[in-house]
T-cell receptor, first 112, second 116 residues
């Protein structure tokens, strides 16, 4: 399976600190996306990074992609209590099909 | 408002009683997909569709059926539900431009299914 794995599984930080979560995947990809899920709700798209990009920013989010290591990281700067959620990476399977694969997620708790 | 609508949001039923979870999107998206989410396993793709009358199996298709007769609708059918299909289900849609990951997916609010 192409499914990615996020690390750590759970992360607890104080408000104002930075949060970093990592995603590793198994095969070549075209793009990688990050999603956020508030408890029991639908996922919300955060950012998309293409395989030829190394870094992308969106507001307080910074995503990096290292295709040689098959890994990506999501950095949330100056975290807020409202950032408390689960975060998932998601990828395709390169040229081998049109499936879409999600990782197992990182549960982030930001303590006010 | 652009959205993906799933119904029902919650359902408790019994083993073997056929059920359908509906999914509809109003964004004219080609790609639609069903996922199930279980603790510790993340989201796993059940079936996906790249356009009308085109459906393909995802990672966990056993026990499920889908159809795509219209672009906007993508129902998930459990012909003979079993307890191991108790899960949180999500429908999602996106534009398709060469790869499912080229565009963000838009998710419904989920359907919590309990099969006794």
């Amino acid at each position: 399976s192409q499914q990615g794995e996020e690390d750590p599984q759970a992360l607890s930080i104080q408000e104002g600190e930075n949060a970093t979560m990592n995603c590793s995947y198994k095969t070549s990809i075209n793009n990688l996306q990050w999603y956020r899920q508030n408890s029991g709700r639908g996922l919300v798209h955060l950012i998309l990074i293409r395989s030829n990009e190394r870094e992308k920013h969106s507001g307080r989010l910074r995503v990096t992609l290292d295709t040689s290591k098959k890994s990506s990281s999501l950095l949330i700067t100056a975290s807020r209590a409202a950032d408390t959620a689960s975060y998932f990476c998601a990828t395709d399977a390169g040229d081998t099909g049109n499936q879409f694969y999600f990782g197992t997620g990182t549960s982030l708790t930001v303590i006010p | 408002e652009a959205q993906v609508t799933q119904n029902p949001r919650y359902l408790i039923t019994v083993t073997g009683k056929k059920l359908t979870v509906t999914c509809s999107q109003n964004m004219n998206h080609e790609y639609m997909s069903w996922y199930r989410q279980d603790p510790g396993l993340g989201l796993r793709q059940i079936y996906y569709s790249m356009n009308v009358e085109v459906t393909d199996k995802g990672d966990v298709p056993e026990g499920y059926k889908v159809s795509r007769k219209e672009k906007r609708n993508f129902p998930l059918i459990l012909e003979s539900p079993s307890p191991n299909q108790t899960s949180l289900y999500f429908c999602a849609s996106s534009l398709f431009s060469g790869s499912p990951s080229n565009q963000p997916q838009h998710f419904g609010d989920g359907t919590r299914l309990s099969i006794l």
